[in-house]
């Protein structure tokens, strides 16, 4: 048992000429007769731990040499300001203790490898150095979107995982079996258990997995992700708009507070196409979106909803994300209200990111009439009985409300700059990949 202080790799600056205990897994090594040079990982981050000769027992100089990538091990030394380091810190080993030799064969050694490969190797990949950078970020967005609500005042309310109802139309719903009542599905959407939390606490959030039977082999599409959903009573669409793009500039602020040089240095993300986003965002509507693509030469007629190539667009002419207001009616789910100045068209809207990241928020304001809301769960072929608490909301107190969703993977690939999503979440679960 050693006494010394167990330090971890992120916060080593605070034990600067101390000895200290490292606790962690040999990432690499190389060798130059006299010295080894152990790159030693601990989750939070990788220093260089240099064995010399002179400082260490034989036996320990001799395995050194020869230890597996991956073994797990307890490093002992001194803690050396050195500003070559990517870290600025090195440490002067004079004990290593080995917990666990790895096998010889890992399969991730530091080589090129194809994404398929790193993908079946996920539990493993998940160690590399670009990945640790791309949880802390998520983390950081989670923490961000949690600071944001509770600080001005939104009550957290959970929604249930296993639901009896369609909220985002009824061609990606996973069914699971649910004892004696037949089925169940899995959530898309906590929004409509949003609105009735509203109702009772005014404006408040949820935040969750949800599900989609995405059968699209697209770059922003899985079958498991999480989303935060805003709900607020008394709130119309142009409020929801101030909200999210208030939301999004703060997520942002608090990336760059807390990442701005692991990911410039380790994801090679350019920052300062994160330094840009201020408020206020762009908002036209649809209609406008629809001359903007035609007058770039997209065939789009008004009525066809947009896919990544017109959001890449449509986005490509701003430096912040754009919010895109008031689509086609029947391109949008039963719940939305329709525009009294113009009943063909929806009171919602998307937000989407720059640099091709495409739709990163849905959301809008809700039909709150009883009678206009049985008409359209009818018109949907929605089954009527399986909304019936919904629509007491309706009967009890209807108010204008409205909130958002916001897709957590594909704020962390935009945030992060990553081609995709499967990166962005630790275990990803898309159409074709249910391992590891
Ligand atoms: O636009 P969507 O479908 O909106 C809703 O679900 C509303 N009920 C939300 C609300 O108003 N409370 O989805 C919202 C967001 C999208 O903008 C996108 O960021 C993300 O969820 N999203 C996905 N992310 C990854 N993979 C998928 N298959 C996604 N589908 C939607
Ligand atoms: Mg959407």
């Not at 073994?71 to 002067?92: F, H, N, Q, W």
């Not at 009824?170 to 599905?185: H, I, N």
């Not at 009890?396 to 969703?405: I, T, Y």
Request: hydrophobic share 40%.
């Amino acid at each position: 048992m050693s006494t010394l202080p167990r330090a971890w790799i992120n916060e080593i600056g605070k034990y600067e000429g101390q000895e200290v205990e490292l606790r962690g897994w040999l990432d690499n090594r190389r060798s130059s007769g006299k010295l080894h040079f152990l790159q030693v990982r601990d989750g939070t981050g990788v220093i260089q731990c240099v064995v010399f000769k002179g400082d260490v027992s034989p036996e320990v100089f001799a395995e050194t040499n020869h230890l597996p990538q991956e073994s797990a091990i307890k490093v002992r030394g001194t803690v050396k300001k050195d500003d070559r380091a990517p870290i600025g810190y090195e440490l002067g080993v004079k004990d290593v203790e080995v917990v666990q030799k790895a096998a010889p064969d890992y399969p991730l050694g530091h080589k090129e490898h194809g994404v398929a490969f790193l993908m079946d190797q996920r539990h493993l990949w998940l160690r590399s150095n670009r990945q640790r950078v791309v949880m802390a970020v998520r983390h950081t967005i989670v923490k961000a979107i949690r600071d944001y609500f509770d600080g001005k005042g939104f009550r957290l309310v959970d929604s249930p995982i296993f639901t009896p109802n369609a909220c985002e139309g009824t061609s990606t719903l996973f069914e699971v079996p649910y004892f004696d009542m037949g089925k169940a599905y899995l959530t898309q959407s906590g929004q409509l258990y949003a609105e009735a939390s509203a109702m009772a606490y005014g404006k408040v959030y949820t935040f969750g997995p949800t599900f989609r039977a995405e059968k699209s082999k697209t770059r922003r599409h899985l079958t498991e992700f999480w989303m935060v959903e805003p709900e607020v009573a008394f709130m119309d669409l142009e409020e929801d708009m101030d909200l999210a793009e208030d939301f999004i500039c703060f997520i942002a602020q608090r990336v760059l507070e807390n990442h701005a040089k692991e990911l410039q240095t380790i994801l090679e993300r350019d920052i300062a196409k994160l330094e840009t986003i201020k408020k206020p965002f762009p908002r036209i509507t649809y209609d406008e979106a629809v001359k903007v693509l035609q007058a770039a030469g997209n065939p789009i007629q008004w009525g066809d909803d947009f896919g990544g190539d017109e959001e890449t667009i449509l986005a490509s002419a701003y430096d912040r994300p754009v919010m895109v207001h008031r689509y086609p009616a029947e391109l949008k789910a039963f719940y939305f209200k329709h525009d009294p100045q113009n009943p063909r068209v929806a009171l919602g809207m998307d937000v989407l990111a720059p640099e091709g990241y495409g739709e990163i928020i849905g959301g809008g304001q809700r039909e709150e009439s009883y009678e206009t809301l049985v008409e359209r769960i009818k018109a949907h072929k929605l089954p009527l009985e399986a909304f019936d608490w919904y629509l007491d909301l309706r009967k009890w107190g209807s108010v204008p409300h409205a909130g958002f969703g916001l897709g957590l993977e594909r704020t962390v690939a935009w945030m992060c700059g990553l081609h995709h999503v499967r990166e962005t979440i630790p275990y990803p679960r898309m159409m074709e990949r249910l391992t590891p």
